[in-house]
């Protein structure tokens, strides 16, 4: 036999303990206490590992019914025994002993041999139960009640081994934003639904021993399963999904799954989850299509993560990223009105590579932190530099990663650097991208605020990316914002993107933000948003990312205006207007547009806000269709309006008419011509433009009886 268990006895009569003890000694160790609560206190102690308790009832101040109550409640009670010891056979004692959970009874006097047997008995029932107990939580999860991770794995192992002839296939299942389920309707409620789940599951596998299945953790459920084609597998994912949709709660549940066709059935089962995992990374957020089949391909990008990982120390200790510059541009005078830093990494083996594929990298494991600093400290450099040298720099702007805003130092790294070189602040201006804005607004907001106290422009990097509504804007004090182009490309939807562009700059303007347009790629582009009145643009049209030597060229040798496409633009803009006159020109009260006129063909180059309004269209396109989906009658009438004064350089007045079939509307419209200039073969001439719809309701009203007014 090993080490003797221990008892403790617990009775106020001492020479009772005595007794007692010596009838047990052989076999136990004996502990003693003289009442209920110093018996507590010694259970209570980690150091002392007591098999069993005997209780005598009746003890002054903290008696044996009293030490039963408070030990029921107690995490002791699940393991360790207690027997009561009585003076005489009182049912009622008993019972009452019974209902507080006592294990069993001794009577005094005692008999030796009873006692030893019935506390053999207790401790080892207790100890049986104790060990059943650990192995069913060894391999079952305890909520749910199906196998727990290691358990599930040991059985993958089992069947795949065991069923050779079979394919399996190992999924890997949760429920998308499950945590929101807790923090919505309680954790009381998530259990429920893991319950749920785990019973969808044992229904599915019912009266099929080759199918294994259990709970990972949290709301991950591992399941491996035998398959001929495929489809069966989907069946039984989309199974799963239908039953979960018809769940009673108000919240759309819908079930991730990632699979992986076992090939190799050496691979563990630890292996075999990691590649299902992969694949449900990639359908994470996709509420259409929640399965996704393991690729190798998913491994690669892992590798080539992990190769990033390896390299990036390296990298920066040997100045790999370097800065490019891409100018900005305003488009009123095309002139370049700063730059943005852009790094890059010169890689010794794959070249140049692009942020795209080492940033999110870099934000996944706390890298990009560093990074920002190196090139937040190169570009103080490099402004230096140019201070130094008694140029006349433009404001640059720096990324912020959303990683960085957690840095509590992040205010004052800024400072120190700027003051460590000198930089005047409004120089070193920062982009932060939109989404942090909204993934966090507080520590956000916070942030931005004391940079701009600080004296630090924020430009609000990616507007339009579809994260916030409009609304955010008046919430949010940045100081430029950036609009995206690209996120409003696709061409289906042009009008849509360009009510919403025309939207945003409205509502800067409102709020004295100035916008940027960013990813600029064609010419329409570009006039598009000069119509609408945008200030200022990046993108590819006017220039790309360039070394900070290019940069230089650019704007502190000859002329800094838009070079390649952008130079274009600004002999194909004659009418571009200064900023005073270009502010009056967008609020006249009239409807005015800029036409360039040549070879017969009339182009509408810039509108103001009236001109939406006279138009009743809500949007440029709308404004241009009506202006030219005119009724052919009066195509010609138009053209030869634009003729006449291009020919005599005299005001010229046309009227012409819109049936618009779809709207059931027809409006009469009067414009005044003027000429204002030649450019090349192309004139340019301004229009006022009035709706004339009810004067021309009320003259046919006259006619009706002889007295047109006109
Ligand atoms: P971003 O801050 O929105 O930068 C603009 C990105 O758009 C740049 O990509 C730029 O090359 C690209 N771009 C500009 N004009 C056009 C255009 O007309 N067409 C197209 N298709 N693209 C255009 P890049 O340099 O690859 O950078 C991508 C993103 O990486 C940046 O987006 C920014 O979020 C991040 N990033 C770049 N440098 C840094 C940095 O130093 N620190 C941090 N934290 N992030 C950076
Ligand atoms: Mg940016
Ligand atoms: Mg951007």
């Known amino acids: 036999m090993g080490k003797k268990s221990k008892v403790l006895i617990v009775d106020d009569e001492r020479i009772e303990r005595t007794a007692l003890g010596a009838i047990l000694k052989e076999h136990y160790e004996i502990r003693e206490a003289a009442d209920g609560k110093e018996a507590f206190e010694l259970l209570s102690g980690a150091s002392e590992e007591i098999a069993a308790v005997i209780l005598d009832i009746v003890m002054p101040e903290y008696d044996g019914y009293y030490f039963l109550e408070r030990y029921r409640a107690s995490d002791m009670y699940q393991e360790i025994p207690v027997i009561m010891a009585t003076v005489e056979d009182d049912a009622a004692v008993e019972k009452r002993c019974l209902e507080l959970g006592a294990w069993d009874f001794i009577g005094k006097p005692y008999d030796p041999d009873i006692i030893r047997f019935r506390i053999r008995n207790v401790i080892e029932h207790s100890q049986l139960q104790i060990s059943r107990e650990l192995k069913y939580r060894a391999e079952f999860d305890v909520l749910t009640g199906i196998y727990n991770k290691s358990r599930m794995f040991q059985a993958t192992s089992d069947i795949v081994r065991r069923y ?3 394919k399996f296939a190992f999924i890997r299942m949760d429920i998308e934003k499950f945590q929101l389920i807790n923090s919505f309707f309680g954790m009381d409620e998530g259990d429920r639904l893991l319950k749920y789940i785990a019973y969808l599951l044992t229904k599915e596998a019912q009266g099929r021993e080759e199918i294994v299945y259990g709970r990972i953790e949290a709301d991950i459920f591992g399941i491996c399963m035998p398959y001929k084609e495929q489809q069966e597998l989907l069946d039984f994912t989309g199974r799963l999904r239908e039953r979960l949709g018809k769940y009673q709660l108000e919240f759309d549940i819908v079930p991730i799954f990632g699979i992986y066709l076992i090939e190799e059935r050496s691979v563990s089962p630890n292996h075999m989850y990691d590649r299902a995992n992969l694949a449900a990374k990639h359908c994470k957020g996709n509420y259409i299509r929640n399965y996704a089949f393991y690729t190798r391909r998913m491994s690669e990008e892992i590798e080539k993560e992990q190769r990033i990982v390896n390299s990036m120390k390296h990298a920066l200790e040997d100045e790999q990223f370097v800065l490019y510059l891409q100018p900005k541009y305003e488009l009123s005078d095309n002139q370049v009105a700063g730059a943005e830093v852009l790094v890059r990494w010169q890689n010794r083996d794959r070249g140049m590579v692009s942020p795209g594929e080492f940033i999110p990298v870099f934000e996944r494991n706390g890298f990009i932190t560093k990074l920002d600093c190196y090139v937040w400290e ?48 409004y120089l070193f201006q920062l982009e932060l991208t939109e989404s942090a804005y909204t993934s966090n607004p507080k520590v956000v907001q916070e942030t931005m605020q004391c940079l701009q106290n600080e004296g630090f422009s924020i430009l609000m990097d990616d507007f339009g990316s579809g994260y916030s509504s409009l609304n955010v804007l008046k ?26 562009l025309m939207s945003v700059v409205r509502m800067a303007k409102w709020l004295n933000m100035p916008v940027v347009a960013e990813g600029v790629e064609r010419r329409e582009q570009a006039d598009f948003l000069r119509s609408i009145g945008c200030e200022y643009v990046q993108g590819f049209y006017f220039a790309k990312p360039m070394p900070v030597e290019d940069y230089e060229k650019l704007v502190f040798t000859g002329t800094p205006e838009a070079s390649g496409g952008g130079k274009a633009a600004k002999t194909d803009s004659p009418w571009s207007l200064d900023s005073r006159i270009e502010e009056l020109f967008l609020k006249l009260p009239q409807g005015v547009a800029v036409y360039e006129y040549s070879g017969n063909q009339i182009k509408i180059v810039r509108i103001n806000d009236a001109y939406y309004n006279v138009c009743g269209g809500d949007t440029i396109t709308e404004g241009k269709r009506r202006l030219f989906t005119i009724d052919r009658r009066y195509e010609s009438r138009m053209l030869d309006a634009f003729r006449q004064a291009v020919d005599t350089k005299q005001p010229v007045d046309c009227e012409f008419l819109w049936d618009d079939e779809a709207a059931g509307r027809v409006d009469w419209f009067h414009l005044e011509l003027h000429y204002m200039k030649q450019d090349g073969e192309k004139h340019v001439l301004y229009g006022i433009l009035t709706n004339i719809t009810q004067q021309k309701e009320l003259d046919r009203e006259l006619q009706k009886y002889g007295m047109a007014l006109s």
């Open 475 to 500: 919430d949010i004090d940045v100081d430029v914002l950036k609009m995206d182009m690209r996120f409003l490309s696709d061409t289906d939807k042009r009008r849509r993107g360009e009510n919403i």
């Open 164 to 166: 050779k002839d079979k």
């Open 378 to 425: 190169k570009t103080c450099m490099m402004l230096r530099r140019w201070l130094d040298e008694g140029k006349n720099p433009r404001p640059v702007s720096v990324n912020l990663s959303r990683v960085s805003l957690y840095n509590p130092k992040l205010v004052e790294t800024i400072c120190g650097l700027v003051e460590k070189y000198n930089i005047p602040r």
